[in-house]
Nanobody
Framework: QVQLVEPEGGLVQPGGSLRLSCAAS????????VAWFRQASGQEREFVSR????????YYSYRMAGRLTVSRDFAKNAVHLQIVRLKPEDTAVYYC????????????????WGQGTQVTVSS
């Protein structure tokens, strides 16, 4: 089973950028979809982005479209999520998750989750 490791996020000023990483331990992402979700305090978990590991096909939340780039790192067996032009409303715990090849935007379709990393956007 894939175990996901997410380094700490941190505090970012509005307008800044951040790169989140999700590394696989114990297995590879081959054949699977790797996704990013976020959950702000008091709100439901929200889809951010996903990438098909084998093909590189990437999908993004329409709310954040234009500010996201998701990519594969074969050398590190990891997936990276770049977020630019950060806004205070981007403040949330960000999670990476792994699902089967047909996983899309529902959190319930993912079988393995990282521990989450707090991202705070504030001046």
């Amino acid at each position: 089973q894939v175990q996901l490791v997410e380094p700490e996020g941190g505090l970012v000023q509005p307008g800044g950028s951040l790169r989140l990483s999700c590394a696989a331990s114990g297995a590879t992402f081959s054949g699977n979809v790797v996704a990013w979700f976020r959950q702000a305090s008091g709100q439901e978990r929200e889809f951010v982005s996903r990438i098909e590991w084998d093909t590189g096909s990437a999908y993004y939340s329409y709310r954040m479209a234009g500010r996201l780039t998701v990519s594969r790192d074969f050398a590190k067996n990891a997936v990276h999520l770049q977020i630019v032009r950060l806004k205070p409303e981007d403040t949330a715990v960000y999670y990476c998750a792994v699902g089967g090849p047909f996983s899309a935007e529902r959190p319930t379709s993912y079988f393995s989750w990282g521990q989450g990393t707090q991202v705070t956007v504030s001046s």
